[in-house]
């Protein structure tokens, strides 16, 4: 059984070793029952251990780097009967599930367990593919495992005191020629590795970050990475050399956590135009987020091509609005102005809205005539009423002037304004006093 996993979940090893971590595993699990036994089952016996490591150490040269397949590999063979070398059957049945897995190994591994039989005249009988009693009265317990190119493991046990030299030339070749008869079988059965990984398997991507930018990534004790997580749903991994790893079994999710770490890395080029989203309103302005973990203030000026009194008159928390870059200061603020995007885009301006003069400072606005004169063609004051918006108006006949039909303030002569006609005179002025 194979299980591809990511960095992370790499064997862990507290030893005497300079290796701190393994990331290709071989398990092999000998229960009582498959030799017709009954005992405890618990903890891994020494037979397993070594079976397993053996298994373990003849595939491994043909295992993949790391740089080119970032897979942790675990390797389970459950021996359910065991009649012969169960070590050598986990080694070809674990080439198979690496193939079948999609793992691009080098080349499949076959093994081989060979025997010996001693007489006391001195002739010899050498056994190939051993079964049960042959290893249990043999004098000689011989595994080879390896490719057609050559042997990747050995281990030998004798009962005798020695072996000839010609012994062990022709137990080799026996081997050899029985190896080769069990990869052309493996091959009949899978010719080579699969091109794609199982649809299982999860997807490792691999993304290279600037070292002084592995702290924005992981954040103060972890937060931002456990944040990533949480969110996509991904396995994130951060190598010293600015290596991150990501993995998943979703196409959309390891995208959104790769569009997550580049926008926490990226620099913010002034002149670029974002589409971020707003955050937070405050009084001169909006914060826009325009990457993750990184937001911007565009100032009332730089709302809109028209005045803007309040932020919330043009945009609100949420929404998403497209902003250019105008400054990024000493202390690494970013300035943003929607307006230079839509005075460079040509947007239509909204209907009523007056048109906005170029430049930042006191903008011109088109002059609206006031009651009283003819407006700004003929002779009246063209000053423009109170507000922000254009006024309410109604054209009157004579003069193409106009009504400001706006409500205005009360005034205290109005009360002595009779049902028609013009105000009565004011009230008389009241004495003075004088000074007491």
Known sequence: IATLGSQREEQRLDGLDPEESKRFLHHYNFPPFSVGETRRVGIPSRREVGHGLLAERALEPVVPKEEDFPYTIRLVSEVLSSNGSTSMASVCGSSLALMDAGVPIKAPVA??????????????????????????LGDMDFKVAGTTEGVTALQ?????????VEILEKALAQAHDARLEILDRMRETIPASRPELSRYAPRMYRI??????????IGPGG????????????????EDDGTVLIGSSSEEMAQRAIQIIEGL????????????????LTSFGAFVEILPGKDGLVRLGDLAEYRVARPDDVVRVGDEVMVMVIEVDQMGRI??????????????????????????????RERVPMRGGPGPSGGGSGRRPRGNGPPQQRRQGGGGGFRDRR??????WDDRRGPSGPPGPPPPPRPSQGRR
């Open 223 to 238: 937060r931002v990475i456990r944040s990533i997580i949480e969110e996509t749903k991904c396995s994130v991994d951060v």
């Open 111 to 136: 093994g081989i367990a060979m025997g010996l039989v001693m007489g006391e005249d001195g002739r010899c009988a050498i056994l190939t593919d051993i079964a049960g009693l042959e290893d249990a």
């Open 265 to 280: 890395t990226k620099e913010v080029t002034v002149g670029e135009i974002y589409t971020g989203k707003v955050t937070r």
């Open 208 to 217: 290279q970050i600037p070292q002084e930018k592995i702290g924005q990534v």
């Open 335 to 364: 300035n943003l102005s929607r307006r230079a995007v839509l005075e460079g885009a040509q947007e239509p301006r909204p209907e009523g809205r007056p048109e906005a003069a170029a430049g930042r400072g006191g903008r011109e």
């Open 407 to 412: 409500p205005r303030e009360r005034r205290p």
């Open 156 to 164: 030998m046990d004798i009962k005798v005191k020695g072996i000839t």
